[in-house]
């Protein structure tokens, strides 16, 4: 690690030590007028984490556990939908609100996910996409990313030419070449992205998802609502919101709403923007959708007044609750959890 970036670390393990020590980075202290809403994505083993090409947004289940039992320990915890429901009526418990959120539905969030949030007495907020329920496949960035590792360990100058055609590259690696690829295919409509992604699972002998991956079934997700748990929409299709026209819009907001409530028999009232990508004519879909609440993927928690179709949140990773040395760290997850963080 540069030597820069130890340092860094260490000025960051002193603060955290410092701040706690103080009481002014208890969540009690710092967040207690605020609603403070945590994201994951993918929740594996740390087997499975090293074979998924995006470990970014996963965490292993060791992880969540420690990260579960601080949030039951130092917040008043529960679903998107109810916490924030109390919290806009006024209610201010002595440890402040906190709403565990998992976005896209995948399956280790039933079976790896679920278990570890109940154990701690946790209920969380289930984002899914409709249409990959349906079909029970992959979104599109984990077929990219699944698709450009094979293609790189059997052809990587054919990886680089493809990846290519979005942009030049500046990564310094293979891996922060297809980060990069996918911000920029993020930029483009929905027809061609996936036509690009399929062209790279051609490139690489076909669709490369292992076994173990794969979406949640409608069964599933109403077994977890009977749980306890929350099931809000991803809209239908993952689509960037702020890029689809009018139609399609209507459909991926009041479309995915009906469907969820067809399918589960209650009230969905919580959206999730794909992407975070938000502007006032989509957050208008979403409301005339009838939903009360929308998170985005902006970093920080919610002070009073926010937006109720804006909520911001706090990505979750496994580095999130480790000091530099790697080991969990309370002190370093209450300084990245203060209102105060940058994110």
């Not at 087997?47 to 130092?74: M, N």
């Amino acid at each position: 690690m540069p030597r820069a970036t130890l340092l860094k670390s260490a000025l960051r393990d002193a603060a955290a030590r410092l701040l706690e020590a103080t009481g002014l980075s208890s969540p009690a202290r710092a967040a207690g007028q605020r609603l403070t809403v945590v994201t994951f994505h993918r929740v594996l083993p740390e087997a499975l984490r090293h074979e998924y090409p995006l470990g970014e947004i996963a965490v292993t289940v060791e992880e969540l556990s420690f990260l579960s039992a601080y949030f039951a320990q130092h917040y008043t915890c529960a679903t998107l939908a109810e916490a924030h429901r109390r919290w806009r009526a006024g209610e201010r418990p002595a440890r402040p609100f906190l709403a565990v959120t998992l976005d896209d539905g995948q399956l280790d969030n039933f079976t790896h996910a679920a278990p570890v949030l109940e154990a701690a007495g946790l209920r969380a907020s289930f984002f899914v996409p409709v249409d990959a329920v349906d079909r029970r496949e992959p979104l599109w960035h984990d077929r990219l990313g699944y698709a450009v590792d094979r293609l790189v360990r059997r052809d990587r100058a054919a990886a680089q030419r493809l990846l290519g055609e979005l942009g030049p590259p500046g990564g310094a690696d293979d891996h922060l070449r297809l980060l990069e690829a996918m911000e920029r295919a993020k930029r483009i409509p929905d027809r061609e992205r996936l036509d690009f992604v399929a062209r790279v699972e051609a490139a690489a002998g076909g669709p490369a998802r292992p076994a173990w991956d794969a979406l949640m079934s409608w069964d599933q997700l109403r077994e977890l609502a009977g749980r306890g748990h929350e099931i809000g929409s991803h809209s239908m299709s993952h689509a960037i919101l702020t890029l689809v026209d009018d139609a399609q819009l209507e459909r991926e907001a009041a479309g995915s709403r009906d469907r969820l409530e067809a399918e589960l028999g209650a009230p969905c009232l919580s959206f999730c923007y794909p992407n975070g990508d938000c502007d006032e004519r989509v957050a208008t879909a979403v409301q005339r959708a009838g939903f009360e609440r929308a998170v985005t993927t902006r970093w920080g928690s919610n002070a009073v007044g926010a937006d109720d179709l804006r909520l911001e949140r706090c990505d979750m990773q496994g580095a999130s609750a480790r000091d530099r040395r790697g080991r969990f760290s309370a002190a370093r997850l209450a300084l990245r959890l203060h209102p105060l963080f940058p994110g």
